[in-house]
């Protein structure tokens, strides 16, 4: 099976950078993803690693280090619309392991 | 806008009842993907189709059931409800198989969700 781990809240101030870690227990996956979502909104994709790393996308970077099972979201220059719940999440390889699994969530909250 | 749609948007019925969400990918998407998400929790995966063959399994129950039609669009079956299974539920598609090194094929575009309320 697979699980991870993410803490369930974080707090910031608008303009910092702020880091939402996830370390995961899986026998093999093909990459980590993280998701952005608003509350009572849909799920937005934000980053995925395949390859151990830094991947960046603007304000956003997300690493990824499969020997230490271990991945992270920074983000940078915090705004307020940055407020919501952040998840990590990976696909299994093979077989009945080929699911998808959601870590439970991070809320983020920035304060002005 | 996603690109992703699904029907009915809030859907209110009594225990013991069956109900129907329907799903339609984004143009071009092959997989589509269903989750659960109860009130405060996080995303319980449960199941995906590609290309109208079941491609992932997760812990869905077997009174849900799911199917992908040739026009690509996906239904999703609840029987014999439960006060439980009142959640969220989201549709999600995605070019490839989820399966790829490469981010445009595994990334996921979500629905606007499917409110179920069981009374």
Known sequence: ?112 | DSGVTQTPKHLITATGQRVTLRCSPRSGDLSVYWYQQSLDQGLQFLIQYYNGEERAKGNILERFSAQQFPDLHSELNLSSLELGDSALYFCASSTGTGESRRSSYNEQFFGPGTRLTVL
């Open chain 1, 1 to 112: 099976g697979q699980s991870l781990e993410q803490p369930s809240e974080v707090t910031a101030v608008e303009g910092a950078i702020v880091q939402i870690n996830c370390t995961y227990q899986t026998s093999g996956f093909y990459g980590l993803s993280w998701y952005q979502q608003h509350d009572g909104g849909a799920p937005t994709f934000l980053s995925y690693n395949a390859l151990d790393g830094l991947e960046e996308t603007g304000r956003f970077s997300s690493f990824l280090s499969r020997s230490d099972s271990y991945g992270y979201l920074l983000l940078q220059e915090l705004q307020m619309k940055d407020s919501a719940s952040y998840f990590c999440a990976v696909r299994g390889r093979g077989g009945s392991a080929r699911q998808l699994t959601f870590g439970s969530g991070t809320q983020l909250t920035v304060l002005p």
